[in-house]
């Protein structure tokens, strides 16, 4: 399987690493907004071309998957393209930044016959895995993400995101993977604690789900790593509690005592996210599923912005079923930006 890969970040080259040592799989196209980056990246995985037009790799024969992996702003339209040409795709959390995009990534997918995977890896990790054997039926779960404050990376920054973009698409996600059940409704409180973002950067999250559990995640800008955000999740079913912990990369650096309280988890680290992909490529070869499908990364975007509509309204909001918009047909017409900014700033 010949890969290509959009956006040749810290993420990008930590793909291009665990593609090399996938049976079978190599990189075959490297795409970066900054041209000689991409090339630097070629070179790196001795990938023949590279470009900073997404559309070039799409339409390249040489390409059977595409990993996604770039920071937010219309990567949506990048995946339903893809899939459009025939593409298997990988996507980096979020895979939208509104749940309307984010339905509408999910009608290309279902319309497609090639495969879309989400790379929620803290699902593989043993720790994680234990939990889910352990307590099938959970009655409260609890997860926390923190971050050094994003002043100066762009998953910070409204466009992408903010600290719910990437973190609390995952810290959802673990959430309701844990907890097993459909959520039913949300409700959050949150505001702009530790520096002047355009976006909440601490935000508190309850989730009912239809066992009748109950989810609480935490997420926000008060970590002391730049390198690493840790996280902590805990499951309960009343008579047996266990927990794990971890951290996901979030930084290009960090100092030599960051890196090395990272180090403990970094293999643990390593294996999950190679084990996200081995699952993707063996579902794009058609053997088995993806360890994250398309309808798990739309709920932990419809979950995120229930969050942030729960914020504004100070009300519980029903997570209702998704459905399948036309393909074709314009998603919304507000700014996602604009609709986010004053959200839940009422500390």
């Known amino acids: 399987m010949q890969f290509a890969i959009i956006g040749y970040g810290k993420s990008g080259r930590a793909f291009g690493t665990l593609i090399k040592s996938l049976p079978g799989a190599s990189v075959s196209f490297v795409v970066d907004a900054d041209q000689q980056r991409a090339e630097v990246g070629a070179v790196d995985l001795n990938a023949g071309t590279w470009s900073n037009n997404a559309g070039r790799a799409l339409r390249s024969a040489d390409v059977d998957a595409v990993v996604i992996s770039a920071p937010y702003g219309g990567l949506a339209q990048v995946a339903r393209d893809a899939l459009e040409r025939g593409r298997h795709v990988l996507l980096e959390p979020p895979m939208a930044l509104r749940h309307p995009d984010a339905q509408h990534v999910l009608a290309n997918a279902r319309a497609a016959p090639t495969t879309l995977a989400v790379h929620f890896w803290l699902r593989a990790l043993p720790d994680v895995r234990r939990i889910r054997r352990r307590i099938p039926r959970p009655t409260f779960v609890q997860v926390e993400c923190v971050v050094h404050p994003l002043t100066e990376s762009w998953m910070g920054t409204a466009e992408h995101g903010g600290v719910m973009g990437v973190l609390g698409n995952h810290a959802l996600d673990l959430a309701s993977y844990l907890m097993q059940s459909k959520p039913l409704y949300a409700q959050a409180m949150g505001g702009r604690h530790t520096r002047r973002a355009a976006l909440a950067d601490t935000v508190a999250v309850g989730v009912r789900f239809a066992n009748g559990g109950l989810a609480r995640v935490i997420v926000g800008e008060f970590g002391r790593t730049r390198a690493r955000a840790p996280w902590r999740a805990l499951a309960t079913d009343g008579t047996i509690t266990a927990t794990a912990q971890g951290s996901l990369p979030c930084g290009e650096t960090g100092t030599g005592h960051e890196l090395e309280a990272g180090s403990a988890h970094s293999n643990e680290a390593d294996a999950a996210q190679f084990e996200s992909l081995r699952a993707f490529a063996s579902a794009a070869a058609g053997r088995g599923e ?16 229930a969050a942030y509509e729960a914020m504004g309204s100070r009300r519980r909001v029903p997570i209702t079923a998704t459905s399948l918009p036309d393909a074709v047909r314009p998603v919304y017409g507000d700014d996602s930006v604009a609709h986010r ?3 839940g700033f009422r500390a």
């Not at 993806?290 to 912005?305: K, M, T």
Request: no cysteine.
């Open 290 to 305: 993806p360890l994250a499908a398309v309808d798990d990364g739309v709920r932990a975007v419809q979950l995120a912005d």
């Open 341 to 343: 900014r004053y959200h």
